[in-house]
């Protein structure tokens, strides 16, 4: 290499360790892990790549300079320096990411993939070409083939209120019934699957009697980053542990400062305002960062009272943002959706309203229009074509309940037909293998009623078992359980709307 050449080829580079090679059987996946050194990594990556590219990766899984590197690249790739200098330039220090077209499949890496090596970073994952030698390829399957790249694990479903517009299902009031141990075994089995997240999740988080010590096992295998939601007031005892684990992020409830208003929406009385309040001082006290969220419905959209909420949030020191969501539909609630739900043109009149805060530039608020822009109606091509985010739901993800049932979604708790395995009788990527799990991505029109737009139709295979991306939640609502098979709402094949989502 000549000085003149724009790489230092003196200098040394490494795979960025906030990535990780993962096999999937026919494909290898480049997604971003747990644990996060660079400020310039993309922390929700995941997508496929060629295996030829992973073993061109793997030679900077430890650190070199870019002349070695280069060279025994030359010897296996059997290129000139020149071709091999000109193929790895675009993935050095990459500010963008980058996308490549292999025999019509579209395959993506991250923002800078390979950088310059610091003293700093940790090096997590090493490879070696050999690793990436598969028998068959597959980039046309979506879903995930080995095993799922997240999981969520309920602890409990108990909480602390009873929300009206409470997405759960709470026909149940199961305390864990996952034994300690066990769920010791399912963070270690998810390590060795390089699973990439595990939330632990409620019902209420800290209603979980062994939390301290989950989140410290947690920790010790990698998965320190995680989302705490929560509507319990927590002590200032509790806050000084949670100082512990630095890479945690919160997220506190937080609908009114009016008591009655409270009362009517959560079913809360006594002191949990003020506790609540205290809660978030001793998070500024701690130096604690934390969101606040907001459920917007027609008993808490006063503006005077928003104003009052934005006036209180802005005094606190470690808020980073104020959340306001819409309510939607619930599978579950027993309170008349109708009754408490904003028309299109109220959600729209208060998310202008609630937006004129951010000229202040004193607290950014955050409005959620996603539902608005779903494009019901309009898909032509399947659920490749949905709007909005891809449905994680049996593609990437699954949901592990209290009582070791595992489901598809988080939505659908336990609702029969889609439970797909128990945790305690199987492991994660048996589970994920399972036949219940896989008949969700292999399904014909005999599955279908005779009354569902699927079942004659031409692209069938291609929306539900390639590009799995049905909203199964959604549909369910605006459906109805009993017609779990009409097409997602978003489809132009689909029916209208028998109950409205929002």
């Known amino acids: 290499m000549n000085n003149d050449e724009t790489l230092e080829c003196y200098d ?14 026919k494909r290898c996946l480049i997604m971003a892990g747990s644990e996060f050194q660079c400020e310039k990594s993309t922390y929700d990556w995941l997508s496929i790549i060629h295996p030829a590219q992973a073993m061109i990766l793997s030679f900077f899984s430890n650190p070199d300079t870019l002349k070695n590197i280069v060279d025994k690249l030359c010897v296996f790739l059997e290129l000139s320096e020149e071709e091999v200098i000109n193929s790895i330039s675009p993935f050095i220090e990459n500010p963008k990411s980058i996308g490549n077209k292999f025999n019509g499949y579209l395959l993506g890496f991250p923002p800078n993939i390979i950088i310059k090596y610091e003293k700093h970073l940790e090096i997590l994952h090493t490879y070696l070409p050999e690793e ?15 095993s799922p790249a997240m999981l969520s694990l ?36 998810a390590k060795s699957l390089r699973v990439k997240d595990i939330a632990a999740a409620g019902g209420e988080f800290f209603l979980y009697d062994k939390w301290y010590e989950l989140l410290c096992v947690l920790k010790e295998n990698g998965y320190e980053k995680n989302f705490i939601s929560t509507k319990v007031p927590i002590t200032e005892e509790v806050i000084i542990k949670l100082k512990e684990f630095p890479k945690l992020t919160f997220q506190f409830s937080f609908d009114s400062l009016q008591k009655d208003i409270l009362n009517k929406l959560l079913g809360v009385s006594g002191n949990y305002l003020e506790n609540m309040k205290n809660t978030l001082r001793n998070m500024d006290k701690h130096g604690l960062p934390y969101q606040v969220i907001s459920i917007l419905t027609k008993l808490n959209i006063d503006k005077t009272e928003l104003t009052d909420m934005y006036n209180f949030l802005s005094t606190l020191k470690n808020i980073t943002h104020w959340d306001t969501r ?12 109708d009754e408490i739900k904003l028309n299109q043109e109220e959600a729209k009149d208060i998310y202008t309203f609630l937006n004129e805060f951010n000229k202040n530039k004193k607290l950014k608020v955050q409005t959620d229009n996603s539902n608005f822009e779903k ?12 709007q909005g985010a891809s449905c994680s739901a049996n593609r990437s993800h699954i949901f592990i309940l209290p009582d070791g049932n595992v489901t598809i979604c988080e939505q659908m708790y336990w609702k029969k037909r889609f439970i797909i395995g128990n945790i305690l009788k199987n492991g994660i990527e ?59 709402p978003r489809c132009n094949k689909a029916p209208k709307m028998i109950y409205d989502l929002i």
Not at 140 to 145: A, D, F, G, P, Y
Not at 326 to 337: P, Q, T
Request: glycine residues 2%.
């Open 12 to 25: 040394f580079y490494v795979l960025n360790p906030d990535y990780i090679l993962q096999h999937d059987e």
């Open 132 to 146: 990436f030698m598969y028998k068959q390829l597959d980039f046309e399957t979506v879903r995930l083939i080995k």
């Open 154 to 189: 309920m602890l409990t479903n108990k909480c602390v209120t009873k929300c009206v517009y409470c997405y759960a299902d709470r026909t149940k009031d199961i305390s864990c019934q996952i034994p300690f141990e066990r769920i010791k075994e399912i963070i270690k089995e």
């Open 326 to 337: 819409i309510a939607y539909r619930s599978l579950y609630s027993s309170v008349n959706f």
């Open 375 to 386: 494009g019901f109606y309009t898909a032509e091509n399947g659920s490749k074509s949905f």
């Open 430 to 488: 048996e589970i994920w293998n399972s036949p219940e799990a896989l008949k969700w991505v292999n399904m014909t029109p005999n599955d279908f009623k005779e009354d569902s737009a699927c079942k004659k139709c031409e692209i069938l295979d291609d929306c539900y078992n390639k590009h799995p991306n049905k909203c199964w939640a959604d549909t369910l609502k605006v459906y109805g359980d009993e017609n779990w098979d009409y097409p997602d």
